[in-house]
């Protein structure tokens, strides 16, 4: 019902728009958000964005690189990442749920997730 797409292989200082597409039923009334998960480590979230896009939120590490975005009439939510580092480097999920912004970053409160896509920045 999530579908990612976007990643791909980049250089460091480069950029890539990341969408999740969503079908099947509406999210519009959702909070959705961006998470990640480098080889070896634990998925860690990224970025999350109000049912109205109203409020945004991000992680320290990709704040003021990052940016998120929704357009409920397509049904998709976006993640524009500008100066990307090697760090950034892992598969990217999108997921959705009715989350309150004090948990936007807790992955167990989404009830739906795309399928990932990679990203991979170059030095």
């Not at 998709?76 to 580092?85: A, F, G, P």
Request: glycine share 10%; hydrophobic share 30%; charged share 15%.
């Amino acid at each position: 019902q999530l579908q990612a797409s976007g990643g791909g292989l980049v250089q460091a200082g480069g950029s890539l728009r990341l969408s999740c597409a969503a079908s099947g039923r509406t999210f519009s009334s959702n909070t959705m958000a961006w998470f990640r998960q480098a080889p070896g480590k634990e998925r860690e979230f990224v970025a999350a964005i109000s049912w109205n896009g109203g409020s945004t939120y991000f992680a320290d590490s990709v704040k003021g690189r990052f940016t998120i975005s929704r357009d409920n009439a397509k049904n998709t939510v976006y993640l524009q990442m500008n100066s990307l580092k090697p760090e950034d480097t892992a598969v990217y999920y999108c997921a959705a749920g009715r989350v309150p912004s004090y948990y936007y970053t807790h992955e167990s409160r989404y009830d739906y997730w795309g399928q990932g896509t990679q990203v991979t920045v170059s030095s």
